[in-house]
């Protein structure tokens, strides 16, 4: 196995003489004697019972597949009963077990399933952690061992692919052998951190094939390194993948484990890197345009439509070359084109999404805006001037390395005298702004290093500073018993001024599974976190949802504010008590949940076992007649 480190030496180790045992006193040997008693007792008494095993997931491989294809996929782990079931946090992917523990049959649908899906495998026992499994553009391979040295790579053949991988041992680095043409461009984009949430920092490297190394890459996007290279020449070129630990540690060498998945795309033709704008509109259409390298000269921009006018829910929906465009204030799409390698994930929002441009001259618009731009030229700077007004604090973040973009992003908020306001990088949490004055601001973006290319883009986010809640819970998963009652602490999170009382309670609860609300006050304990206790009456395994919604008593408050408008008394009231319900079943924040911040956390309740039949006492042997030998 090759390694980047080396091969270190060890020291072999000779067996001592054994000496002749001494003899052994009469009180040493009666000590003896007892524990070699006690040892034959205990061998003799029953063994005690093993623990059950647990069903667990370590990973899914391979750890994705192509649009419109059906793969088989191992879930590699533990499976104390088979068949289990898969469960997805959204459509687009159908999992059939199969007849091999811990195999699937994966049909990937052939529209609106781009992108990250996270798939729980569970029974009506017990849930495995939450895994993720990544639909791309292009075919897709597996990688093929033995691929370590540098001269006996795996050689791919067909291009556009992506490959997936494993770094399955300390030392690992695994080569693919691409042939290219003098002046054609590559584009090798690894994708592990990001996509398959793997805990590698990988590397990426192009070596010709006289050894000499031509390109190297860590963090392109996030931990995940991309490498586009034009070839000076003819021939075969090697690009290898190994990486570190994600989370630094003491270890000295390379990183490898049965966690340790990657996708390697590899392509010639077209890749995205990124849209413009980047993002789409919730209310109204959005037309976006492709960045990136080797893109086709005809290719067409892509018509995504209103998250609005589609159907409710998490389902399909939009054209065939993005995801399915999911609900809720965090809602994001994954994008592709037709014929290109590589699909971004862009959020879908409520504002206006002008095109950053350089005129600092430009017309100014109102928020909210999320303007974007990719860095074209070095040293490039995109201005977008805002009205703004001072009683009014705007909450105002640039977003671009978190966003998948190489770029590391500066804003700076200018007066129009050119006067610096603010300055934040895109490693900043937002920050809330008031401006001094009513009128026009400038808002300044640019790449720290003067760097530029398709992967640099920015988008520059500014909204109305409105106090809201977030809610969370560590917790994944959750279980109980038929009967029983189940405590979920939710940590709770005021921001930007809220000070309502809020109460947590279940969205839509399956049949037999009931919670009372619980409040959270403005102020005190309850204010940062409260418990929400679930009684269970009947089996089930599978998600449920907790949201906040505004107390009665505050909801009606303000809609009787809105109510006073009305001349009639009595309509007023009417209306007051409509609005109040309203607002009270709206919910203003919902819980996310474990690592993966999902919108719903697992519950699952076991059905109760069938009670086993009474225990029937021994029959006694026949008698025996008297005189009869026994």
């Known amino acids: 196995m090759a390694t980047a480190a080396g091969n270190v030496s060890r020291r072999t180790r000779r067996a001592a003489p054994v000496a002749p045992a001494p003899a052994m006193p009469c009180r040493h040997a009666a000590v003896a004697l007892a524990a070699i008693a006690l040892a034959v007792a205990a061998e003799a008494a029953p063994a005690a019972e093993a623990p059950a095993e647990k069903l667990a997931v370590k990973r899914l491989f391979p750890a994705g597949g192509a649009a419109g294809s059906t793969v088989v996929v191992k879930a590699e782990g533990a499976f104390p009963r088979w068949p289990v079931r898969a469960w997805t946090d959204r459509g687009g992917t159908v999992w059939k077990p199969l007849e091999e523990k811990g195999s699937f049959e994966v049909s990937i649908a052939a529209e609106r399933s781009l992108g990250v899906h996270r798939v729980r495998i569970h029974d009506e026992q017990e849930s495995a952690a939450v895994r993720r499994f990544v639909v791309g553009t292009v075919p897709e391979i597996s990688e093929a061992e033995p691929n370590d040295r540098p001269q006996e790579p795996q050689a791919v053949s067909t291009l556009p692919v992506t490959v997936n991988g494993a770094l399955d041992k300390g030392g690992d680095v695994d080569g693919f052998g691409v042939d290219l043409e003098a002046g054609q461009t590559l584009v090798a984009a690894v994708d592990a951190a990001g996509g398959p949430g793997a805990p590698v920092d990988a590397v990426l490297e192009v070596v010709d094939d006289r050894g000499g190394y031509r390109a190297r890459n860590l963090d392109a996007r996030g931990l995940d390194p991309r490498i586009v290279f034009t070839a000076p020449r003819a021939g075969r070129y090697v690009v290898r993948v190994y990486g570190f630990p994600a989370a630094p540690d003491s270890t000295i060498g390379l990183a490898g484990g049965s966690d340790h998945i990657y996708r390697l795309c590899l392509t010639t033709g077209g890749f995205l890197a990124a849209t413009l704008p980047a993002a789409v509109g919730r209310a109204a259409p959005?037309?976006?345009?492709?960045?990136?390298?080797?893109?086709?000269?005809?290719?067409?921009?892509?018509?995504?439509?209103?998250?609005?006018?589609?159907?409710?829910?998490?389902?399909?929906?939009?054209?065939?070359?993005?995801?399915?465009?999911?609900?809720?204030?965090?809602?994001?799409?994954?994008?592709?084109?037709?014929?290109?390698?590589?699909?971004?994930?862009?959020?879908?929002?409520?504002?206006?999404?002008?095109?950053?441009?350089?005129?600092?001259?430009?017309?100014?618009?109102?928020?909210?805006?999320?303007?974007?731009?990719?860095?074209a030229a070095a040293g490039q700077e995109f201005v977008v001037r805002i009205a703004a007004t001072k009683p009014r604090p705007l909450l105002v973040s640039v977003e671009a390395n978190a966003a998948g973009s190489t770029a590391e992003a500066v804003l700076d908020v200018r007066s129009a005298d050119g006067g610096s306001l603010l300055s934040k990088s895109d490693r900043d949490p937002p920050a809330v702004w008031t401006p001094p004055a009513d009128g026009d601001f400038l808002f300044v973006v640019r790449e720290r290093r003067g760097s530029f290319g398709p992967g640099y883009f920015q988008r520059l986010v500014v909204v109305l500073a409105e106090p809201g809640l977030a809610a969370t819970s560590d917790a994944d998963s959750i279980a109980g018993k038929i009967g029983g009652t189940i405590d979920l602490p939710i940590a709770v999170e005021r921001l930007r001024g809220w000070k309502e009382p809020v109460e947590f309670a279940l969205l839509d609860p399956p049949a037999g599974i009931t919670a009372e609300p619980v409040s959270s006050a403005a102020e005190g304990d309850s204010a940062k976190k409260v418990t929400l206790v679930i009684k269970a009456a009947a089996a089930y395994a599978g998600p449920i949802a907790v949201v906040a919604r505004r107390v009665p008593a505050a909801a009606q408050k303000d809609a009787e504010k809105d109510a006073e408008k009305d001349t009639e008394k009595g309509s007023g009231k009417d209306a007051a008590e409509k609005n109040a319900a309203a607002e009270h079943a709206a919910p203003v924040a919902v819980m996310c949940c474990g690592k993966e911040k999902l919108p719903v956390v697992w519950l699952t309740i076991p059905p109760e076992k069938p009670a086993s039949p009474p225990a029937q006492p021994a029959a006694s042997p026949p008698a025996q007649p008297q005189g009869a030998a026994p």
């Open 286 to 375: 959005t037309t976006l345009v492709a960045s990136g390298w080797n893109l086709p000269a005809d290719l067409a921009p892509l018509a995504v439509p209103p998250a609005d006018a589609a159907a409710p829910g998490p389902g399909a929906r939009g054209p065939a070359a993005i995801g399915p465009i999911a609900s809720g204030p965090d809602a994001t799409v994954w994008v592709g084109f037709p014929g290109v390698a590589g699909a971004v994930e862009v959020p879908v929002v409520d504002a206006r999404l002008p095109i950053a441009a350089g005129d600092a001259a430009a017309a100014a618009v109102e928020p909210p805006i999320v303007a974007s731009g990719v860095f």
